[in-house]
């Protein structure tokens, strides 16, 4: 495991590479987070480093917390995160990580909250095609129908797909290209879209799975050599 980041997502824009290809991109800014304590195994059975982020006023404290952070001797802050990693002996407490950590990193993992659409129809919800817009349907086109069994088993099964609370659920975005990152101001740029709306927050890793796919830059850096080379044998 890696150690990972919090951001927030500021929105979409676009990037050109330099064959003019338009790439559609995700900002997010990279918080810079604070080491609060290194965990070993003699401690607790596994390795892994607590890192602070975002910070938030003393007065929004509870009497806990401020003295957990009169302790460590840090300024305080609103999210703690632990990671667990496999060796944490270049970690120390006090110690600053940001966007430098992903340096040459080709693809990550986002973890975000999808955006709250509110209590939902099955149509909206589950892509129904709701009941017959004809005669013998009255006032229930967008229901979702019968969803009992009779007396056997005499009751709705759960799970059983229905109206309800849609969206406002966390989920993960795997193997996201990195376009490009901007350490002078702590911005990172992703292909595509990720979950969530403006604003919110965005938990980043190095990529769990090892992708071996080519990334947009290298693509265009091998068609261009490829040229090169076939006009060479021309010559």
Request: aromatic residues 6%; positive net charge; charged residues 30%.
């Amino acid at each position: 495991m890696a150690l990972g980041l919090l951001g927030t997502k500021i929105g979409m824009t676009r990037e050109f590479l330099s064959n003019g290809q338009s790439v559609p991109v995700t900002v997010i800014k990279i918080e810079k987070g604070r080491v609060l304590d290194v965990i070993t195994k003699e401690i607790r059975g596994y390795s892994a480093v607590k890192v602070g982020f975002f910070p938030i006023k003393n007065s929004k404290l509870t009497n806990q917390m401020k003295g957990y952070f009169t302790k460590k001797n840090t300024e305080p802050k609103k999210i703690l995160k632990e990671f667990r990693l496999d060796k944490v002996e270049e970690f120390k407490e006090g110690n600053e990580v940001g966007l430098e950590i992903l340096k040459d990193t080709r693809f990550v993992d986002v973890r975000s909250k999808t955006v709250g659409k509110g209590f939902a129809g099955v149509m909206k919800r589950w892509n129904f095609g709701g009941l017959r817009a004809s005669h013998g349907v009255s006032v229930s086109h967008r229901s979702h129908g019968s969803t009992g069994q009779r007396q056997d088993p005499g009751r709705v099964f759960k799970g059983k797909k229905m109206a309800g609370h849609m969206g406002d659920k966390f989920r993960t975005m795997l193997n996201l290209e990195v376009v490009k990152s901007d350490l002078e101001n702590n911005l990172l740029y992703l292909k595509g879209s990720i979950p969530g709306s403006k604003n919110s927050t965005v938990i980043l890793r190095q990529s769990v799975k090892d992708v071996r796919k080519k990334t947009l830059i290298e693509k265009i850096e091998s068609k261009i050599k490829a040229a090169e080379a076939k006009k060479g044998k021309k010559k």
